[in-house]
């Protein structure tokens, strides 16, 4: 599992896309290991920048996420079931796939690569069992329609920042 662990930290979405430096890699994988996405502090690597303005948690493209993490086999079992709804995101990793049976709203799914590169963005409602990702190597639930508001889509890049263990 390498660098995650189950808590909780900030998800940003950085620059990407389109055009961006996505197309370097074919297979979108870019061979990162387990933390490739973990960063230091709240930017991604070089000539990387958000895809907007530090609007504040939640608040659009560039502004700091709530996010919980499910590094776990238990944290990651439960996901979000049993919830009303959650502020903010959560990170599965590793997987590939999720369902929403048991669920009780709607959410949206970003699929990741290893380098926390979104593959696909998708809306599943309560009792669905969505597609396998074979390149997936993390998932990112929100409820729906925060993934669009947060600028998060094919191509994009997001960090995720841990909050240091208390």
Sequence with gaps: MGKWRDGTGT???????????????????????????LESGPRGGPGEEPTGSDRGPGGGPGGAIPLEIAASYRARRRGLLGRDGIAGALLITPTNSVHTFGMRFPIDVAYLDRALRVIDVVTMRPGRLGMVRPRGRHVLEAEAGAMAAWGVRRGVRVTAVPNPEA
Aim: glycine share 40%; aromatic share 4%; hydrophobic share 20%.
């Design 11 to 37: 998800l940003r979405v950085l620059g990407g896309g389109p055009g961006g430096d996505s197309a370097k890699d074919p297979d979108g994988d870019f061979g990162g290991g387990p933390g490739a996405g």
